[in-house]
């Protein structure tokens, strides 16, 4: 028998999109839409909410008042991770947050080993939810360390940030010689003529194109 998932993947993706666009599509099954409305609010409830227990209370609450559905607090957990894994709710997000989402899941953990008195097993617990907490902590200040500050004055010159300052008339002079030079030098014309072109032209080009053809 096929699981809710197995189902769910069977179905082709514009139905999908347009069930979760419109909240109704007649090529879906009815089971497979209850399942999939349950996924959806599980990553609705999950986006504001990242601690699994309490998000599981929220979903439970909400599948009985809209659904009419009774449904376990341990199901709807296993909802909200469907939801996370179906959606792929979290691949951007940063690690930060996944150490708070454990830190959360250790502290949970810690209250189940408290109530079977297992106070080791509850230390365990809220010993990895402080380190996750911690890390979360060093994840954040290292972020805000990372900024760049960049200072931008109307008054700071080119010159003081260590460039040296270039005339543009200077920077078009020397491309149209280097037009020029590469036009009379192709010219079907005598070197002296080019030469003398050259000098005409006012191009300072002209003595080095002189000691090169004398080579």
């Known amino acids: 028998m096929k699981s809710e998932i197995e189902k769910l993947d069977s179905i082709h993706p514009d139905l999908i999109s347009a069930f979760l666009t419109n909240g109704e599509c007649d090529g879906i099954p009815k089971d497979v839409k209850l399942f999939l409305q349950q996924l959806q609010w599980s990553a609705e409830i999950?986006?504001?909410?990242?601690?699994?227990?309490?998000?599981?209370?929220?979903?439970?609450?909400?599948?009985?008042?809209?659904?009419?559905?009774?449904?376990?607090?341990?199901?709807?957990?296993?909802?909200?991770?469907?939801?996370?894994?179906?959606?792929?709710?979290?691949?951007?997000?940063?690690?930060?947050?996944?150490?708070?989402?454990?830190?959360?899941?250790?502290?949970?953990?810690?209250?189940?080993?408290a109530l079977n008195r297992d106070y080791k097993g509850m230390k365990s617990c809220?010993?990895?939810?402080?380190?996750?907490?911690?890390?979360?902590?060093?994840?954040?200040e290292a972020d805000r360390d990372l900024g760049v500050l960049f200072l931008i004055s109307p008054e700071l010159t080119p010159e003081e940030l260590g460039?040296?300052?270039?005339?543009?008339?200077?920077?078009?002079a020397k491309h149209n010689q280097g037009f020029y030079v590469t036009l009379i030098d192709s010219l079907p014309i005598e070197q002296k003529e080019k030469k003398r072109l050259l000098r005409d032209a006012d191009i300072q080009e002209a003595e080095i194109v002189e000691e090169i053809q004398n080579d």
């Open 46 to 113: 999950f986006e504001h909410e990242r601690n699994i227990t309490r998000a599981a209370k929220k979903l439970k609450l909400r599948i009985n008042a809209e659904q009419r559905i009774k449904i376990e607090e341990r199901t709807c957990m296993a909802r909200i991770y469907q939801a996370i894994n179906y959606f792929q709710v979290d691949c951007n997000v940063p690690i930060k947050v996944w150490e708070s989402n454990f830190a959360n899941k250790y502290e949970d953990l810690a209250k189940l080993c």
């Open 126 to 140: 809220y010993d990895a939810a402080l380190e996750c907490r911690r890390r979360s902590s060093e994840i954040a």
């Open 163 to 172: 460039f040296s300052k270039k005339s543009l008339k200077d920077i078009a």
